[in-house]
């Protein structure tokens, strides 16, 4: 055995360090280890005294040695564990800064830490240093600075936090031999220079023209778009058909007009942004507002054999200045798009058809949560997409805040270091390294389908906008950027010196493209690209929803709900919920019994949707189970732990059903189902939340993506969510899923808000958004119960899903029977009802009159005009109308429709004289949205309830 070649770097360090201890107590020892020591002693003692033949392969160390020179062991190990330091810590010495910072360093990068010098090393063979950076030197000395220029020069290899040793022993492997690099990748320097100066014409022509008009350049970071050439480029040698970019500002001009390539005569056209008149009533009718020109996406296709065939599709998700916000919505993008649910049963997904590219900003990477959120999903089972390559495009500075005061880490990248994703650092100035690194990018993701960051360390050549002045805040680090060439100028000057192209020739390149520029601009007719600005969506026909059929046989439901009920043979369901199953055994006995509950009709229905076609994806947090155990759609064997999902194993099932317990969170969740959504909008996607409150935490996805993204950017959203609501004497947590904030956002059609009181409704509500999931797609909000879940009041026939339909109003059953008793009308939403109709029953029965009558306004918005009309037409004799609501008055539904019913109170049938004075009953305006006593709740809730028909006394 040749130890030193078995044995080397850290190894060869540990291998040492235990022989010492064995030469001084072998018992210390475990007898393996002993034994291994008294088979190899004479070797191991050659390599620490220096005898002759050690290495013979070393010239210059065998010379040493047959001169008599000795190696002292702590030299070995001194110079082992300097190579260690670089290996690990080399990227602190690295010439990582364009403006020529200089790095940190790191003691342990000195020979003098390890008290070597450079003649100890030339002792030294290289093959003690390990590696390809050794393979061709003759001594460790010169492997040791084959280390340094791998390991301190442009590039800084950050990855020893990987615990996954193979991953590690990879990385070094591609590091140390140059794979990427030049000469074994080799480079077109020509293509190189040709696109940076492209990047840098098309960046200084709007300069030019538009001065001071925002673009959020690239000019500091030029080499980003060659290195996302090159990383789509690699992407599709190896078969990925779908490229899913999210960025910052900046840049994303310029990756639209030369990766997308979207026509520069659009571009310069947002710049002159044309009034176009004519669109304005289209724009209004539609609700299209838009969304300035650095936060709009695109796509492009490319067809690699002309044959008609699109072989990649590059996409770039629009976002808001919420700017790490999209990192979720297009995580879930390259799910939908990698994911295959015709088939029944689980769906499947392949990580080597869709590559997900994010673009981060220095300053938010570490500072935005919702960052940490998305890494978190990574490696996930129901969110992971096969590796995602994230570039932090660094600025080295905020807005106007230097990096010292907006994170406390040495990098902008190590947040990624908890979440075990490799880092490597570039100086975004070497056009070479850059294109290496990208190549080491994709070559990793495609080896581990894993998360891989680059560090891309530039600077800004103007402020955070153009119109902004950074010499005001950062006047030292701005003089160093005026005076440094663009990276376009630097990798030409090289060019020229290597004798790839001729004195002048970039010059000359430069000049043509900005000379095809300003003909463009001279010649750009604005009001005929206008036109092709304009949103392209058509309305949706008119009343699709309403005219959506919901409801299903009979015999189906019965044949479902049995299919529901059959499990493996010999799987042991648990006491409890064999005995909750059995009463669904007869559910169908009496299709006129209230038998179905709420999970019931849940299950039953996203069965019937699979029935018919349509995939289902179900996650939030705790569904599987549910948060009030009313949801069973994954079984455990009680036995052996193993599960069972009944919706996967559905005999009738036609497409996938995908349920996935989500991570505890709802920012970068409900972005990442929301991006899943839009992605495959055909497939109805469900999110849960575990109290209807959390959404406070996902306000900004609510605000930026999902009520307003079809008005921004013409994406059309069906995403349901289900958000528990209602008051139980739980206190101000976990009782409201806050409706007034989407009520507040909720206009020109932007969502469906409802607040369902029985399983039925339920039903029906889900197969309706099913049934327009592409003919009149929108956000479905539902405001779920929590006591209701299991109350008799709540439970529905059979026969009301075989044969109803959903109903945004439900009107008084027992009042209309006796119209013309009724002086007040109380509407009402949700589980308060439930309350008041039993006050209400109780006072028929004492009093033998009733004069009030209980309306359900079931679906908020869109707000059901007809249906309220109708209610108030079918009492002449009303002399007050009312709504109810648990929640404080500036909470709830109260402020939203309150000026659509005085529209329609206003305009009441002349069955009634005057106007009809519309109240309102409830807890009184709060910061707070419940109260945080049980008792103190309960006596409001019966004030409230009670005073409801307190009237003409």
């Not at 996954?164 to 022993?169: A, F, L, P, T, V």
């Not at 904030?741 to 969502?751: E, M, T, V």
């Not at 049934?771 to 956000?779: E, F, I, S």
């Not at 309220?868 to 500036?890: D, G, I, K, S």
């Amino acid at each position: 055995m040749d130890l030193w070649r078995e044995f080397h770097g850290p190894n060869a360090a540990y291998l040492l360090d235990l022989f010492l201890q064995y030469e001084q107590n072998p018992a210390a020892l475990d007898k393996a280890t002993q034994t291994f020591f008294q088979q190899n002693a004479a070797q191991i003692r050659q390599i620490m005294t220096g005898e002759n033949g050690v290495v013979g392969t070393d010239t210059a160390t065998s010379a040493a040695l047959s001169a008599g020179v000795s190696v002292p062991t702590e030299k070995i190990m001194g110079a082992v564990n300097l190579a260690q330091a670089i290996r690990e810590f080399g990227h602190l010495a690295a010439r990582l800064d364009p403006l020529g910072t200089e790095p940190p360093g790191e003691p342990s990068l000195a020979l003098d830490y390890h008290e070597l010098t450079a003649d100890d090393l030339r002792q030294l063979p290289a093959s003690l240093i390990g590696g390809p950076a050794a393979a061709d030197c003759t001594n460790a000395l010169e492997a040791i600075e084959a280390l340094r220029h791998t390991y301190s020069g442009a590039v800084g290899y950050d990855y020893d936090h990987l615990r996954d040793h193979e991953e590690r022993r990879w990385l070094r492997e591609m590091a140390e031999s140059g794979r990427f690099a030049p000469p074994h990748t080799p480079l077109d320097g020509r293509a190189l220079l040709t696109r940076l100066t492209q990047v840098e014409t098309f960046e200084q022509f709007l300069q030019r023209v538009y001065p001071g008009k925002t673009r959020f350049s690239i000019e500091g970071l030029d080499m980003m778009l060659p290195m996302l050439d090159e990383m789509i480029s690699d992407a599709a040698t190896v078969g990925i058909r779908s490229v899913l970019i999210g960025m910052a500002h900046r840049g994303r001009l310029n990756v639209m007009a030369h990766l997308l390539e979207r026509p520069y005569a659009q571009l310069l056209t947002m710049f002159k942004d044309p009034a176009q008149r004519d669109f304005y009533d289209k724009r209004n009718i539609m609700g299209w507002t838009g969304d300035v020109k650095y936060h709009a996406g695109g796509y492009h296709t490319l067809d690699f054999n002309a044959d008609d065939v699109v072989d990649m599709t590059i996409a770039l998700a629009p976002n808001p200045s919420h700017l790490e916000h999209v990192n979720p919505v297009v995580i879930g993008m390259a799910r939908a798009a990698g994911t295959y649910v015709d088939d029944p049963g689980a769906p499947r997904f392949n990580h080597a058809v869709t590559l997900p590219i994010l673009i981060h900003g220095d300053a938010a990477f570490p500072g935005q949560g919702i960052v940490a959120e998305t890494l978190n999903m990574h490696q996930l089972p129901g969110y992971r997409v096969g590796g995602t390559i994230h570039i932090i495009a660094n600025n080295q500075i905020g807005f106007t805040t230097d990096w010292q005061e907006g994170r406390s880490t040495i990098y902008a990248s190590d947040l990624a270091k908890g979440f075990k994703i490799p880092i490597v650092h570039v100086n975004a100035n070497d056009a070479e390294a850059c294109m290496a690194v990208a190549r080491l990018a994709i070559a990793y993701r495609q080896q581990f389908h894993k998360d891989f960051l680059i560090d891309l360390i530039g600077y800004r050549r103007y402020g955070h906008n153009e119109g902004d002045e950074p010499r005001f805040t950062q006047p030292l680090m701005y003089r160093r950027v005026d005076d440094l060439p663009t990276v376009r100028q630097q990798w030409a000057d090289t060019l020229v010196k290597r004798g790839e192209i001729e004195s002048g020739e970039a010059e000359k390149l430069t000049q043509s493209y900005l000379a095809d520029l300003q003909a463009l601009y001279e010649s750009l007719e604005v009001e005929e690209v206008a036109e092709e600005l304009e949103p392209q969506l058509e309305l949706p026909p008119a009343g699709a929803a309403r005219q959506a059929a919901t409801a299903v046989p009979l015999a189906d439901l019965n044949a479902l709900n049995q299919s529901l009920l059959t499990f493996p043979d010999g799987f042991q369901l648990e006491r409890k919920l064999r005995r909750g199953l059995g009463k669904r055994e007869t559910a169908f006995a009496d299709p006129d019994q209230p038998t179905i509950e709420w999970g019931t009709a849940e299950e039953l229905a996203l069965a019937a949707i699979l029935a018919a076609g349509t995939a289902v994806r179900l996650t939030g947090e705790d569904v599987k189970r549910g948060t009030f155990s009313h949801r069973h759609a994954v079984f455990h064997d009680a036995e052996t732990g193993a599960e069972y999902c009944p919706l996967q194993h559905l005999p009738q099932a036609k497409a996938a059903f995908e349920i996935r317990n989500s991570p505890l969170s709802e920012n970068a969740v409900i972005g990442f189902e929301y991006g899943y959504n839009i992605q495959a909008p055909e497939r109805l996607v469900i999110w849960e939340a575990q109290y209807g409150d959390f959404i406070n935490t996902a306000q900004a996805i609510i605000d930026e993506f999902v009520v307003s993204g079809k008005a921004k950017w013409e994406q059309t959203p069906s995403l349901v969510l289900l958000l528990p609501h209602g008051y139980e004497g739980q206190g101000p947590d976990h009782s409201s899923g806050r409706p007034e904030r989407f009520l507040q956002l909720a206009a020109k059609n932007s969502l469906r808000l409802a607040y369902p009181t029985t399983a039925a409704q339920y039903f029906h509500l889900l197969r309706r958004q099913t049934a327009v999931l592409v003919t009149d797609p929108l956000p479905l909000v539902v405001l779920t119960p929590k006591s209701l879940l299991r109350h008799p009041r709540a439970a529905s026939t059979p026969r009301e899903l075989a044969e109803g339909s959903w109903q945004p109003v439900i009107p008084d059953a027992l009042a209309l029977g006796r119209a013309e008793e009724i002086r007040r009308l109380v509407f009402c939403s949700g589980k308060v009802f439930v309350d008041l109709i039993e006050i209400q029953q109780r006072i028929l029965t004492e009093k033998k009159e009733l004069k009030v009558a209980l309306t359900r306004v079931e679906q908020l918005y869109p707000f059901p005009d007809e249906e309220v009309q109708a209610a108030l037409a079918a009492y002449p004799n009303l002399e007050e109308v009312v709504w109810l609501q648990e929640e404080p008055a500036n909470m709830g539904a109260w402020e939203f429709v309150r000026p659509c019913l005085e529209q329609w109170i206003d305009g009441k049938p002349e069955a009634a004289s005057g106007r009809v004075p519309l109240r309102y009953i409830g807890r009184p305006r709060r910061t707070s949205p419940a109260e945080g006593s049980t008792a103190w709740h309960r006596r409001n809730q019966q004030a409230i309830t009670e005073f409801a028909f307190e009237f003409g006394d």
